[in-house]
């Protein structure tokens, strides 16, 4: 079974900047889910896809930060503008249900 | 308020010994999970454990085993004979009932073994 996938997995842009990421859920998961993980410290969910409706995004950074997964399958997670205190490695997870969360290799940002 | 706990910041140990990474969790949920993941140099969370608030039985995997235990709020995971291999992050989390797929996350312990 194919696991998480996400791309770029490595991505330096300026800050200002605009980028974007995306993940391909393993299929038949339903839930996906978004996570900025911080140099040395634990993963932080930024928002929450059940199928493609949006159940918690209460941590997403609203002025810059937006997620979309259309037709409940893939999802994108843009940023825009990018700020220095974004670097961070975006991590991409999905389960069937209110099980066991399985993640992608992720992305790592470095924002200049 | 739920709140992971790993005092544990870094860890040192020599290939074949035995180590404990240590979890204190904070929940008023009486219905939750606990999850162990582990992080290699590649980035990829890998996902060892999940067990629920009404299982505390001690569970044994090969060279791994946690120990939960609900009188003191703690979940901790030993690793026997340690190996190069094992070099990784370790991450301990929580979900609460309320919300069983919001997976809060401890700050991790780093485990270094030492060939």
């Known amino acids: 079974e194919a696991g998480v996938a996400q791309s770029p997995r490595y991505k330096i842009i300026e800050k200002r900047q605009s980028v974007a990421f995306w993940c391909n859920p393993i299929s038949g998961h339903a839930t996906l889910y978004w996570y900025q993980q911080i140099l040395g410290q634990g993963p932080k969910l930024l928002i929450q896809f059940q199928n493609n409706g949006v159940v918690d995004d209460s941590q997403l950074p609203k002025d810059r930060f937006s997620a979309e997964r259309l037709k409940g399958v893939d999802s994108t997670l843009k940023i825009q503008p990018a700020k220095l205190e974004d670097s961070a490695v975006y991590l991409c997870a999905s389960s069937p249900s209110t099980e066991t969360q399985y993640f992608g290799p992720g992305t790592r940002l470095l924002v200049l | 308020a739920q709140k992971v706990t790993q005092a544990q910041t870094e860890i040192s140990v020599v290939e074949k010994e035995d180590v404990t990474l240590d979890c204190v969790y904070e929940t ?6 606990l999850f162990w993941y582990k992080q290699p140099p590649s980035g990829e969370l890998v ?3 999940r067990r629920n608030s009404f299982d505390e039985q001690n569970e044994i995997s090969g060279r791994y085993s946690w120990n939960f235990q609900k009188s003191t709020s703690s979940f901790n995971f030993t690793i026997t004979a340690s ?12 979900s609460e009932e309320t919300s069983y797929d ?3 996350f401890g700050p991790g312990t780093s485990l270094s073994v030492i060939p």
């Open chain 2, 28 to 33: 008023r949920d009486t219905t939750y999970y």
């Open chain 2, 47 to 49: 996902f060892l454990i």
């Open chain 2, 83 to 94: 190996q190069v291999v094992d070099s990784a992050v370790y991450f301990c989390a929580l």
């Open chain 2, 102 to 104: 919001k997976v809060i």
